[in-house]
């Protein structure tokens, strides 16, 4: 298994500009997060999702969007990148919720200039 | 508010030295606490859970954790440390619901 996956592992962007961070999981998981991860902050959720089809926001959604087609993939959407989300994010995954381990992925370091 | 607390920006300890990283928690009701590794320029790592029964859990790598209802806490411990346990350790509260609050970590370096 290959785990949580996450793509690109860095990218820079111009104000204003928009991407697609891809993850997805190859252990048939029904729970998959997004986080963001600043210094000295921890890590604060921005997304998540139960199962195929259902998202919710989490403590900082605000400029993300998500969608969840496939129980594989769970992308977060910039629209307008602003130097406020330049930051580190993270994919993770669980079988069955917070009760449950979460798998991270490895991460993709953004910096929006 | 439920939260995480981790008073400890940085612990520093002499390998073979018994560790502490310490947390403390807010919450009504039945926590669920778990312990997080980050590694440099790496996802973060389950170490271990409380969800219920014996207070003491053990988790992988050596480290246990014990639960404290009366004080809220779930101190993180290792009874000799090594050089290779230097990371930054998380604590994370389930928040009563399927999201994890975590705490804003604590760096251990563990000096040779």
């Known amino acids: 298994n290959a785990g949580v996956t996450q793509t690109p592992k860095f990218r820079i962007l111009k104000i204003g500009q928009s991407m697609t961070l891809q993850c997805a999981q190859d252990m048939n998981h029904n729970y998959m997060y997004w986080y963001r991860q600043d210094p000295g902050m921890g890590l604060k959720l921005i997304y998540y999702s139960v199962g195929a089809g259902i998202t919710d926001k989490g403590e900082v959604p605000n400029g993300y969007n998500v969608s969840r087609s496939t129980t594989e993939d769970f992308p977060l959407r910039l629209e307008l990148a602003a130097p406020s989300q330049t930051s580190v994010y993270f994919c993770a995954s669980s079988l069955q919720g917070a009760v449950d381990e979460q798998f991270f992925g490895p991460g993709t370091r953004l910096t929006v200039l | 508010a439920q939260s995480v607390a981790q008073p400890e920006d940085q612990v520093n300890v002499a390998e073979g030295n018994p560790l502490t990283v310490k947390c403390t928690y807010s919450v009504s009701g039945n926590p669920y606490l778990f312990w997080y590794v980050q590694y440099p320029n790496r996802g973060l790592q389950f170490l271990l859970k409380?969800?219920?029964?014996?207070?003491l859990v053990k988790g992988s790598y050596g480290f246990e954790a014990e639960f404290n209802k009366s004080q809220t806490s779930f101190h993180l411990k290792k009874p000799s440390a090594l050089v290779s346990d230097s990371a930054l350790y998380f604590c994370?509260?389930?928040?009563?619901?399927?999201?994890?609050?975590f705490g804003t970590g604590t760096r251990l370096q563990v000096f040779p």
């Open positions: 994370a509260d389930d928040h009563n619901t399927d999201k994890l609050i």
């Open positions: 409380y969800i219920t029964g014996d207070n």
